[in-house]
């Protein structure tokens, strides 16, 4: 009896402890279910922050890498590093056209170079800096000016920088060109192939390339550089304008300029002149290749192409062109003021272009202005040699020049 008491007590006692083994497992189930979702969601947490700041971190050390690139690149392109190679050769003129040159340039001490497959008639100065003017800096809010010489560049200065600042007559009769426009390879023409700046009458005020890059936007920019020796990033960054004119008025026009400018001497005669132009013996020279180069151009939705004879003909029209060129609107009595202020006789009367700015007192730099003008000086043997001229050069293009009305 005392055997089956003691069994049954020890049955019971094991029926307890199962019994409270399953209450504690039923208990400890919950909690740790509890347990491991909080586990869960704190070592997620973890995870989640560690990942997020290896993320930060990752992104912070390229955004500083990036930083790091951009300002090694700022540096390398302001230096020589990274500078486009210069293109074109460059060689002396020849012997025999170094003689020619010689016999009518003044202060003429080296030799002319000749520059690309067009042979563009250049001083020496402007062989040691044709590097860097071909990797100036453009803007995409520069205006360039970019005609061969003597074919209107003024009057289109003068037209654009009004479309540009709102009509400003005031300033436009106050403040010369010269010191509105930067002319980016006038250094290239003193020193050893001009006559000396700093005398009066020939002192100069212009920017040069070599300061172009501080002026302050938007710059207004001029070149009588054929497009090939200008930066080549330049149409497809800022806008450009160009104005052709008949080669025989430039001929005419420019003879007049080597005097005024101190580059030939007053008694030199314009059939002496004529036949250095028409044999590319001028500076600048040849000046089809120069306009042909533009007028291939002409598409580019930042080039405007001109003609003088245009602007002679129909100005207002012209003035309509460029205003919608340069994204500007005026009111038909605005742009009419802005013609007549245009208007060949009242510029030659503003200080648009002065001979304190350089030239001869005795001279001036605006003079007829007319288109087909050429006729008065060129004799019969001349005009003959002219249209062949013109034939030669104008027979594998589809460039031809407005008649004037």
């Known amino acids: 009896m005392k055997n089956n008491e003691t069994s049954s007590t020890a049955f019971n006692s094991r029926e307890q402890q199962t019994l409270a083994r399953r209450a504690r497992t039923s208990a400890l189930g919950p909690s740790l279910l509890l347990t491991g979702k909080r586990a869960f969601r704190y070592y997620s947490f973890c995870f989640e922050n560690h990942t997020r700041l290896q993320v930060c971190g990752l992104l912070w050390r390229v955004l500083i890498l990036n930083i790091y690139i951009c300002v090694l690149i700022t540096l390398l392109l302001k230096s020589d590093i990274m500078a486009l190679k210069f293109p074109h050769e460059i060689k002396n003129v020849t012997d025999e056209e170094d003689k020619l040159i010689k016999k009518y340039y003044k202060d003429y001490i080296r030799p ?19 590097s ?47 010191k509105r426009y930067a002319f980016i390879e006038y250094p290239t023409l003193k020193a050893e192939n001009r006559a000396d700046l700093s005398t ?11 300061t172009v890059a501080s002026v302050k936007s938007p710059r ?11 930066p080549p990033q330049l149409l497809d960054t800022a806008k450009v304008i160009y104005v052709a004119r008949d080669p025989r008025d430039v001929a005419v026009s420019f003879h007049f300029a080597h005097i005024l400018f101190h580059y030939f001497d007053k008694s030199m005669e314009f059939k002496e002149f004529w036949n250095l132009f028409r044999k590319d013996l001028i500076l600048r020279t040849p000046i089809f290749p120069h306009i042909i180069e533009a007028w291939e151009k002409r598409n580019h939705p930042n080039m405007m192409f001109l003609f003088y004879e245009e602007m002679q003909n129909d100005l207002r029209s012209v003035v309509e062109r460029v205003c ?18 245009l208007n060949f006789s009242n510029m030659k009367k503003t200080r648009v272009v002065s001979t304190e700015e350089g030239g001869d007192s005795e001279l001036t730099f605006f003079r007829k202005g007319k288109s087909g003008n050429w006729v008065q000086y060129f004799d019969e043997e001349m005009q003959k040699e002219a249209e062949e001229f013109m034939e030669k050069n104008l027979k594998e293009t589809d460039l031809r020049f407005p008649e004037v009305k």
Do not use: C
């Not at 002319?112 to 563009?120: C, E, S």
């Not at 003017?133 to 520069?142: G, H, K, Q, S, T």
């Not at 400003?168 to 106050?174: C, G, I, L, M």
């Open 112 to 130: 002319f170079i000749r520059v690309g497959p067009a042979g563009y008639m250049s001083p020496a100065g402007y062989g040691e800096h044709a």
């Open 220 to 230: 207004y920019l001029k070149s009588h550089l054929p497009l090939s020796l200008l």
């Open 324 to 341: 919608k060129f340069l994204g500007k609107e005026y009111s038909d009595e605005q742009k009419q003021k802005l013609v007549e202020h």
């Open 132 to 178: 860097e003017i071909y990797n100036l800096e453009v803007r995409p809010d520069d205006i360039w000016i970019t005609p061969f010489s003597r074919s209107g560049t003024t009057w289109v200065q003068e037209l654009v920088w009004l479309v540009t600042n709102n009509l400003d007559f005031e300033t436009a009769r106050s403040v010369p060109l010269v």
């Open 200 to 210: 009066p009458g020939n002192r100069a005020t212009y920017e040069d390339f070599k």
